[in-house]
């Protein structure tokens, strides 16, 4: 387990890591990140990121009321999460993600504390943090490996 830790200027920096990270798990068929950070700290903002650069055209905003946002990319669906109005963990269960399993898709979650032990254990967690009206995002690559950090840290990926 090792952290990658990314001085994030502005908004844009914020979504330059999110592309960042879709072209370094780019070969990867599924898996789970957990999103942490307290409102305004730029989760949205990088799964904005993440979305476009695989893409995704249109608005990207947090599902705070619906919870769950699909999106169907190159025929495999990911997930975007946002559980701050989930009202206790268990209700993940009723949501249908069984029918996405990690396994073959991708989970971004904000908020994974609100679903603590309903959630899959997480192949990536990324805690942003304010700095000095900047952010700084904490990349703990968790089971990635080595080759995903590599790509994460080669420049050639940003
Ligand atoms: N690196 C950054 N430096 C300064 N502001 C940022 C940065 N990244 C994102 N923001 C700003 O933070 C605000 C909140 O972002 P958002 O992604 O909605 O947060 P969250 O989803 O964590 O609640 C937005 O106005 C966005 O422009
Ligand atoms: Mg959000």
Redesign the pocket.
């Known amino acids: 387990m090792s952290a990658i830790a990314i001085h ?8 330059a890591l999110g592309a960042r990270l879709a072209r370094a798990l780019h070969g990867h068929a599924g898996g789970v990140v957990y ?1 942490n ?12 990121g993440w979305l476009r650069a695989l893409g995704v055209t249109g608005s990207i ?2 599902p705070t009321y619906t919870l769950i946002e699909p999106y169907l990319i190159d025929g495999r669906d990911w997930l975007h999460l ?1 559980l701050y109005r989930l009202k206790s963990p268990d209700e993940l269960d009723g949501l249908g993600l069984d029918d996405h399993s990690p396994t073959r898709c991708w989970w971004l979650v ?1 908020w994974p504390e609100c679903g603590v032990g309903h959630l899959p254990p997480p192949s990536l967690i990324i805690d ?1 943090r ?1 700095e000095d ?3 700084l995002a904490v990349i703990d690559t968790v089971a990635l490996g080595e080759a995903f950090e590599t790509a994460l840290q080669n420049p050639a990926a940003t």
């Open positions: 994030l200027p502005d908004e844009r920096a914020t979504e999103l950070g307290t409102l305004g700290a730029g989760k949205t903002t990088l799964v904005r905003r947090s946002d904000e942003l304010a009206g900047a952010r």
